[in-house]
C-alpha cells in the first residue's frame, strides 16, 4: 500500500504564553508524513529552499517517509509562518506567513508516486491539490484539508477541489466559514453536500465527529496535560488517521473509522507535548499503542 501526501514545508517561528522557538521544521506535509509513518510507508510531495538541512531529509527517511517527492529550489527560500497562541492553547493568531517557494510551487510527481492508492492533499493552496491530482491515477481514497485562507481567497479553487476528494478533514470554525451553519453535524452534512462522501470536523481538545450519509462517529481527544506546542496538530491528526487506513489497506468499515479517528487523536496528542518534531523523535509506534489502550480505558463505559 502506498500513501502520498502533498502540502507546505514549513519554518515555523511559535509563540506560546510561556516559551518561543524561531525556525523549527513545520508545515502540514511534515507532520502528516511524519505521523503517518508510525503506520505505513508515506510519500511526501512539497518544496524547500536552500536552507534545507539534509538532517531533516535523513530524519523522514529513517522514520519511512519517501523524500524525494520534495523539490529543492537552489535559489529559493523555505516557505516561513509565525504564529502566537492565546492563553488557552488552542486559539492563535498568525504574525507572519512568508511563501517564498511555496508562492510559484508546482508540484511534479516523481513516475513511482503517481499510482499512490491513499492520497492527503495537506493544507495548501487548492491549486496545488488539484495539480497533484492531475498526476495520479486510480487512487482508491483521496482526501484534503484546508484552512480560512483558502476559504477566503480561492473558494472557486476549492471548490473544484472538494468534487474531486472523498473526503475533507476540517477545523469547527472552517467547517461554520463553508457554511454559514453553527451546528457542526449541521455544517458537516452542509460541507459534504459540496462533494467529500465523508467529513471530519476537528474540535481541538473538544475531539473529532466523522460525518457520513450514513454514519456519525465521535471521539473526545486525549487528556494532556502538559500542552507545549499544539502546530501541526491538525496534520499529525489526519496523519495518523489516513496511516492507519492505509495500513488496513483502505478498508472503510465502521470499526476501520473509528479506531483510524482513535489513533489520529493518540498520534496528535504526542505531538502537542513538544516543540516541532522534537516529541515525536522520542516515540515509536509502541507508545501510540499503550496510550491507545489508555484512552480505551478511559472512553468505554
Ligand atoms: P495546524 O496546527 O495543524 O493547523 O498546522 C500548522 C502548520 O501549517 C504549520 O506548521 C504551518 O507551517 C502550516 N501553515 C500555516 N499556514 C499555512 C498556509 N497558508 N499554507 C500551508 N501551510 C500553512
Not at 510531495?45 to 527517511?61: H, I, K, N, R, S
Request: proline fraction near 4%; include cysteine; glycine fraction near 10%.
Amino acid at each position: 500500500m502506498s500513501l502520498l501526501v502533498v502540502g507546505s514545508i514549513a519554518y515555523d517561528t511559535i509563540e506560546t504564553p510561556t516559551a518561543r522557538r524561531e525556525n523549527v521544521l513545520g508545515g502540514s506535509a511534515p507532520f502528516f508524513a511524519y505521523a503517518a509513518g508510525f503506520f505505513c510507508p508515506v510519500q511526501m510531495v512539497g518544496v524547500v529552499g536552500a536552507d534545507w538541512l539534509p538532517e531533516y531529509t535523513e530524519m523522514f527517511q529513517k522514520h519511512g517517509v519517501d523524500t524525494s517527492g520534495i523539490e529543492i529550489v537552489p535559489d529559493g527560500k523555505t516557505f516561513r509562518w509565525s504564529g502566537k497562541y492565546h492563553k488557552n492553547m488552542n486559539d492563535r493568531d498568525t504574525l507572519e506567513t512568508q511563501l517564498n517557494v511555496l508562492g510559484t510551487f508546482q508540484p511534479k510527481l516523481p513516475e513511482n508516486y503517481r499510482r499512490a492508492q491513499f492520497v492527503f492533499l495537506a493544507n495548501g493552496a487548492p491549486s496545488t491539490g488539484l495539480a497533484a491530482l492531475e498526476q495520479i491515477q486510480g487512487a482508491d481514497l483521496v482526501a484534503a484539508d484546508t484552512m480560512n485562507l483558502w476559504i477566503n481567497t480561492t473558494r472557486p479553487d476549492l471548490d473544484a477541489l472538494m468534487k474531486r476528494i472523498d473526503g475533507l478533514v476540517i477545523n469547527d470554525s472552517e467547517a461554520m466559514m463553508l457554511t454559514g451553519e453553527i451546528n457542526t453535524i449541521t455544517a458537516a452534512r452542509k460541507v459534504s453536500a459540496m462533494g467529500p462522501k465523508f467529513v471530519i470536523v476537528k474540535k481541538g481538545e473538544h475531539g473529532a465527529v466523522f460525518v457520513s450519509e450514513y454514519e456519525t462517529y465521535v471521539v473526545p481527544a486525549f487528556p494532556v496535560e502538559n500542552v507545549v506546542d499544539p502546530t501541526g496538530a491538525g496534520d499529525a491528526f489526519a496523519g495518523g488517521m489516513m496511516g492507519y487506513i492505509a495500513s488496513q489497506q483502505g478498508n472503510l468499515d465502521g470499526e476501520t473509522i473509528k479506531n483510524a479517528l482513535v489513533y489520529g487523536t493518540i498520534t496528535a496528542s504526542f505531538g502537542i507535548e513538544g516543540f516541532s518534531f522534537d516529541r515525536y523523535k522520542e516515540i515509536c509506534r509502541s507508545d501510540i499503542d499503550e496510550r491507545r489502550e489508555d484512552f480505551r480505558k478511559m472512553t468505554s463505559f
